[in-house]
């Protein structure tokens, strides 16, 4: 009995060390294997007489069972562990945050483009986008500024040789080509309704009101805190028959007033020299609160549209008469959230722009 006990221990013994299933079948083999130590017990029982066969048959085979028991306890002990780590390694720690896709947002100038759209659409205006690569006759020669005119020094900007009507050969230094580009569009809609397709020579005849901005990209040979080569504005055109100066201060003063909410925000109209408009005329705004109060600030130019221009248009200009603006979305930013370097806008730095 005694020996049985100590196989039994053993076998239990080594079945403890066994950390692999393998380390476990090679235990088990020590003992109930071909030649394990049970299994020689059982093969000595041969010389034994009846009676002694069976009273040690009868403890062998509870050594046995005890052994069977044992090696069934180790394996269901390995089998747990091993599925312990299995979850381990999958495990999924819900309390974690999600993964964020990085959430993107409008430009800041975007978002002012924006504002100068809706603002003007409930007014009335149209929106309108033409080409930002222009003939400089759009850009400069109908909208009166002949090839010899001094004020185009003051835009220069990148050229290629050639250009005609047709021919586009610089990047437009300003929106206001789109002011002709937009009236003879809307000229030749109604005109050739009205002439049964002739359109010959100036328009006199009936049309609805020009009501349009045109707001994109332009560009200059000019680079600062204040300046960019490629920077952008919005054109605003009201041309009708009987549409005046007046209009002109109202739609101007109810947009500036709108867009920085702002009621007792004061306009200034400053007497200047535009070739496209006669009279002419800077707009300046005055904020009477905050961190800008007291200061004018220039926003825009303006003035009456000058006859030749309503001409270039293919309009009569004794019968309709008009105003212009172009003004810098640019610097409206600026001035809307307080930035005071032109070039953060087009540097790309993500901590700038994901203020807005
Ligand atoms: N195009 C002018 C510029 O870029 C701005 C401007 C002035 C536009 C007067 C107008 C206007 O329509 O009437 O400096």
């Known amino acids: 009995m005694n020996d049985l006990n100590a196989i039994v221990e053993s076998a239990q013994a080594a079945f403890a060390q066994a950390i692999t299933p393998a380390d476990l079948e090679n235990a088990k083999a020590l003992f109930l294997g071909k030649s394990g130590r049970i299994t020689e017990l059982m093969k000595g029982m041969a010389a034994l007489t009846v009676d002694e066969k069976k009273s040690r048959g009868a403890t062998i085979n509870l050594a046995k069972q005890a052994i069977e028991a044992a090696l069934t306890d180790r394996r269901q002990a390995l089998a747990d562990a091993e599925m312990q780590a299995q979850l381990r390694a999958e495990a999924l720690d819900v309390t974690l945050p999600g993964r964020q896709s990085g959430q993107?947002?409008?430009?800041?100038?975007?978002?002012?483009?924006?504002r100068i759209e809706a603002i003007f659409g409930s007014m009335g205006f149209d929106v309108a986008q033409g080409p930002e690569i222009e003939s400089d006759w759009f850009n400069f020669t109908a909208l009166n500024t002949p090839e010899d005119h001094p004020a185009r020094s003051m835009h220069d900007t990148f050229y290629v040789e050639g250009g005609s009507e047709t021919a586009p050969n610089l990047l437009r230094t300003h929106t206001?080509?789109?002011?002709?580009r937009y009236a003879v569009q809307h000229v030749k809609k109604y005109s050739s309704k009205a002439n049964g397709g002739e359109g010959q020579g100036l328009f006199s005849g009936d049309m609805p009101e020009i009501r349009v901005i045109a707001p994109g990209r332009t560009y200059r040979v000019d680079s600062d805190a204040t300046h960019s080569p490629m920077f952008h504005q919005c054109e605003g055109l009201w041309v009708g028959e009987n549409v005046s100066f007046k209009d002109l201060k109202f739609v101007f003063t109810d947009f500036c007033r709108t867009f920085f909410e702002s009621d007792d925000l004061v306009l200034r109209f400053r007497p200047s020299f535009f070739p496209f408009t006669e009279p002419s005329a800077e707009i300046d705004i005055q904020f009477q609160s905050g961190p800008l109060a007291g200061r004018w600030l220039e926003v825009a130019g303006s003035g009456q549209v000058h006859p030749n221009v309503i001409r270039n248009m293919g309009?009569?200009?004794?019968?309709?008469?008009?105003f212009a603006f172009g003004m810098g979305p640019d610097r409206l930013t600026m001035l809307r959230y307080g930035v005071n370097d032109l070039r953060?806008?087009?540097?790309g730095d993500v901590r700038f722009l994901s203020q807005f």
Do not use: A, N
Request: aromatic share 10%; charged share 20%.
């Open 176 to 180: 206001s080509p789109m002011q002709i």
């Open 344 to 347: 953060l806008f087009f540097d």
């Open 315 to 322: 309009l009569d200009p004794e019968k309709f008469i008009g």
């Open 104 to 114: 993107g947002g409008l430009h800041p100038v975007s978002l002012t483009m924006e």
